[in-house]
């Protein structure tokens, strides 16, 4: 075996240490590296001292009114992020209700029930949505999925709970065109399956047949072996892939600006228009400026804080589950 070093004396001389490629190529390749890892985090702190300093003047000007106001008047000035923030977070916490039962169910049904010659082409299926650009599934909810969605659904159901305690301020539409913070959550849904099944399909297959074999063997059913089992050994890597989805909810933009309806409005009905931080970005920041620019710049940091807060739920999250 060569050695990494070779020393060579003399009486009365200073040894001479002579490195040999291999040595050479291991520095480099660990410098490399670490200048990648720092790389991320100059990065990081880069945008976000970029992020607080361009929306500064915002939260200077307004304080904490910029968070709970609702006002967004370009003209006088004003400037308030609670409609943006509620829109961000009920049209993900409608994606996630839809669409983590479906991506479970659809991974579930690839791992355990289908048969061969019918799993590739639905996996392969799954991971092209995968790849389908955000503006294509936003014009196909535009000019597909709206008008059949307030036809079938938003008129029907608005006669149906009209003047209803509750269910009728939730679930009328005063104007059923389609666009709302209901429908950009389902295209939502559509968007993240892909993430959130591929990724449970792969955790799910990497479990030991043994385990599943062992189940079935003493009379489990196949409900119990995917309770008991499945999810309990992937429960890390599921908790992972809904969090990945719950990032792409929140980020969201172009197939959000075209479903949402852009309203600058609260409203206790899903079904009707609002907006969303990366909608309301989307839609002025091409001709912001001065305190307008700024406030929008703060709706970034404040859709970067609800990102970082996922993240960390989902730190501890794993956590606890590991612990189990």
């Not at 961000?88 to 690839?110: K, M, N, R």
């Amino acid at each position: 075996m060569t050695a990494a070093t070779d020393m060579t004396s003399m009486p009365g001389a200073t040894p001479i240490v002579r490195r040999t490629p291999k040595a050479t190529f291991d520095a480099v390749f660990r410098n490399a590296s670490f200048g990648a890892a720092m790389l991320v985090l100059v990065l990081l702190a880069g945008i976000m001292v970029s992020m607080v300093v361009g929306g500064w003047p915002a939260f200077r000007e307004f304080g904490l009114g910029f968070i709970t106001s609702s006002v967004w008047d370009t003209q006088n000035e004003q400037y308030g992020a609670w409609p943006a923030i509620v829109g961000t977070l009920s049209t993900a916490l409608i994606a996630l209700v839809i669409g983590v039962p479906l991506s479970l169910g659809i991974a579930v049904y690839l791992t355990q029930l289908a048969p061969a010659w019918f799993k590739k082409p639905v996996a392969t299926a799954i991971e092209l949505l995968a790849a389908v650009p955000s503006i294509i599934y936003g014009m196909w909810g535009l000019f597909v999925f709206v008008p059949l969605f307030a036809q079938y659904v938003q008129i029907p159901l608005s006669n149906i709970v009209e003047g209803m305690p509750v269910v009728g301020t939730i679930l009328y539409s005063r104007s059923p065109s389609g666009l709302g913070i209901f429908t950009a959550g389902i295209i939502l849904a559509f968007m993240i399956v892909p993430f959130i099944a591929s990724i449970t399909r792969d955790m799910l297959e990497q479990i030991p047949s043994v385990l599943r074999e062992s189940a079935y063997g003493i009379g489990a059913t196949t409900w119990e072996v995917v309770r008991h089992v499945l999810v309990p050994q992937a429960g890390v890597s599921i908790i992972g892939a809904v969090m990945l989805g719950l990032g792409r909810a929140l980020g969201e933009t172009m197939a959000v600006t075209f479903v949402v309806g852009n309203a600058n409005r609260l409203s206790a009905s899903i079904l009707d228009p609002g907006s969303t931080i990366a909608s309301r970005i989307a839609n002025e920041f091409n001709e912001a400026l001065g305190l307008q620019l700024n406030a929008l710049i703060a709706l970034g940091c404040i859709l970067f804080f609800v990102t970082f807060v996922v993240l960390v739920i989902a730190r501890l999250l794993v956590a606890r589950v590991k612990r189990y």
